[in-house]
T-cell receptor, first 114, second 115 residues
Framework: AQTVTQSQPEMSVQEAETVTLSCTYD???????LFWYKQPPSRQMILVIR??????QNATENRFSVNFQKAAKSFSLKISDSQLGDAAMYFC???????????FGTGTKLQVIP | KAGVTQTPRYLIKTRGQQVTLSCSPI?????VSWYQQTPGQGLQFLFE???????NKGNFPGRFSGRQFSNSRSEMNVSTLELGDSALYLC??????????????FGQGTRLTVV
C-alpha cells in the first residue's frame, strides 16, 4: 500500500523568508503523481503544485517549488518570499496513474510570523 | 467556472440517525471522490464514482454508501450514525482517471457533528 509521511507537524517562517516542508512516500508503482495541497482555516483544499513521476524536472508555480527525488522517494515543498496568506495546513499527496484515490500525509501546519 | 459545491456546509445529527450529503462537481468532471477528515485519522478515502459507477472503495463500514447521478452529481449517505462519524467530509471532482491534468479539485466540505 502507498503511504505518505510528513514528519513536521508544525513549522514557522518569518514573512518574506523561505521555508521548506518535507514529505516522503512509499510506492512500488512507476507511474504516479505527487501533489501539495493547502488547507486554510476556510477548509477548502487548494492545489498548490503537482509533479509527474516520470518528469525529472522539478515543478514550480510562482513562489512555490518542489524538490523531487524519485530514487529517495522524497518530495519537499519550498515556499519563497513567504506571505501571511501562506499560513495554512499543507498536505503532501500521492495518486497512482489511472486511479482517482489520493493518499494524503498527516499535514504540516505552517505559521507565518509578521 | 463554478467550483465543487457541497451542501449542506454544516449538519448536526443524533446518534442512530442517517444523513445524506451532496456534491456537485465542476462542469465536465465525471469523477467524484469522497474523503473523511478527522483530527485523529487525517484524510481518508471513502469511495470514488465515475459515470454513475463506484470504481474504488476505501476501508469503511457498509454504513457509508454513495451514488452518482447521470449529471455527475453525487450523494453520500451514512446510516446509523455514530459519534465517531463526526468529521469534515470532503468531495473532490476530476476529469477522469487517466493522464496528467486529472488532479482533484475539492469542495469546501460538509462539517458533520453527531451528538
Amino acid at each position: 500500500a502507498q503511504t505518505v509521511t510528513q514528519s513536521q507537524p508544525e513549522m514557522s517562517v518569518q514573512e518574506a523568508e523561505t521555508v521548506t516542508l518535507s514529505c516522503t512516500y512509499d510506492t512500488s508503482e512507476s507511474d504516479y503523481y505527487l501533489f501539495w495541497y493547502k488547507q486554510p482555516p476556510s477548509r477548502q483544499m487548494i492545489l498548490v503544485i503537482r509533479q509527474e513521476a516520470y518528469k525529472q524536472q522539478n515543478a514550480t508555480e510562482n513562489r512555490f517549488s518542489v524538490n523531487f527525488q524519485k530514487a529517495a522517494k522524497s518530495f519537499s515543498l519550498k515556499i519563497s518570499d513567504s506571505q501571511l496568506g501562506d499560513a495554512a495546513m499543507y498536505f503532501c499527496a500521492y495518486r497512482k496513474e489511472g486511479y482517482q484515490k489520493v493518499t494524503f500525509g498527516t499535514g504540516t501546519k505552517l505559521q507565518v510570523i509578521p | 467556472k463554478a467550483g465543487v459545491t457541497q451542501t449542506p456546509r454544516y449538519l448536526i445529527k443524533t446518534r442512530g440517525q442517517q444523513v445524506t450529503l451532496s456534491c456537485s462537481p465542476i462542469s465536465g468532471h465525471r469523477s467524484v471522490s469522497w474523503y473523511q477528515q478527522t483530527p485523529g485519522q487525517g484524510l481518508q478515502f471513502l469511495f470514488e464514482y465515475f459515470s454513475e459507477t463506484q470504481r474504488n472503495k476505501g476501508n469503511f463500514p457498509g454504513r457509508f454508501s454513495g451514488r452518482q447521478f447521470s449529471n455527475s452529481r453525487s450523494e453520500m449517505n451514512v446510516s446509523t450514525l455514530e459519534l465517531g462519524d463526526s468529521a469534515l467530509y470532503l468531495c473532490a471532482s476530476s476529469l477522469s482517471g487517466q493522464g496528467f491534468g486529472t488532479e482533484a479539485f475539492f469542495g469546501q466540505g460538509t462539517r458533520l457533528t453527531v451528538v
